[in-house]
């Protein structure tokens, strides 16, 4: 295929030559020569007949996509970090949630064993109180036993004082009442024995008289001089 382009002006003023060229008539190059056309937009014919215009909007496009390679790069970076974020993100989520589930099991097996040792406690002090109870109720019961037993007992030491009271008091009335009787005699027998002395007198004051003396039966008279 050929293509003719464009030369400059030669300097008499004449009108440029045409230059034939031969791009991409056959095989590989024409398969370029498309390649080219298709991806880029750039028609092959008109290299050697390109204006300055062409050649800056070719570098604009070249700018374009090495600005799009950057891009690239910059997209495919942030991707594979994102990836590599969320594969990090998924691996602690689901170590937290393991975790969660090994605390929990953990809580559950202290909580369990919390309800066993308050059930224990519970079951402890319930015992202590009866207990409690229980020797309270004995103590009042042996408290009351004491008193029943201490009543009975000073209620018979009560009697035995009395008995003994009244024994002691019996026994003085017999010996006052003895006495009294034996007093009451000696009383009754004072005349008697104040008239005997009183006729002795006499019977002596007659003897000292010259008077016959008649001693009383019994009581014989001593003579006071021999």
């Known amino acids: 295929m ?8 030669n300097s008499n003023g ?31 014919s008109k290299l050697g007949r390109a204006t300055a215009d062409d050649a800056h909007e070719l570098r604009q496009f070249a700018h374009s996509l090495k600005i799009q ?3 690239a790069k910059s997209l495919t970076e942030s991707i594979r970090i994102i990836t590599d974020c969320a594969v990090q993100i998924e ?3 689901k170590e937290a949630i393991e975790c969660s589930l090994k605390r929990k099991e953990e809580i559950d097996k202290l909580v369990g064993h919390l ?13 202590i109180t009866q207990d409690t109870q229980h020797g309270i109720q004995l103590a009042q019961r042996k408290g009351k036993l004491d008193l029943t037993a201490g009543k009975n007992q000073f209620k018979l ?22 006495q009294t009787t034996e007093e009451v005699t000696r009383i009754r027998q004072q005349p008697t024995e104040a008239k005997a002395r009183s006729e002795e007198r006499r019977q002596f ?8 003396i008649k001693p ?8 006071f001089f021999n």
Request: glycine residues 8%; positive net charge; proline residues 3%.
């Open 91 to 93: 691996a602690l989520r």
């Open 115 to 127: 309800e066993v040792t308050i059930a224990k406690h519970q079951a402890t002090l319930q015992k």
């Open 69 to 71: 390679v950057d891009i």
């Open 157 to 178: 030491q009560l009697i035995a004082m009395r008995k003994k009271a009244f024994a002691q008091m019996k026994v003085n009335k017999q010996v006052i009442g003895a």
């Open 14 to 44: 004449n009108p440029p030559r045409t230059v034939r060229f031969r791009v991409g008539e056959s095989g590989s190059s024409a398969q370029i020569v498309q390649s080219l056309s298709s991806q880029f937009g750039f028609d092959v």
């Open 2 to 9: 050929e293509r003719t382009g464009m030369a400059n002006l």
């Open 216 to 223: 009383r039966a019994g009581n014989p008279v001593t003579a």
């Open 205 to 212: 004051t007659d003897h000292i008289n010259g008077k016959t």
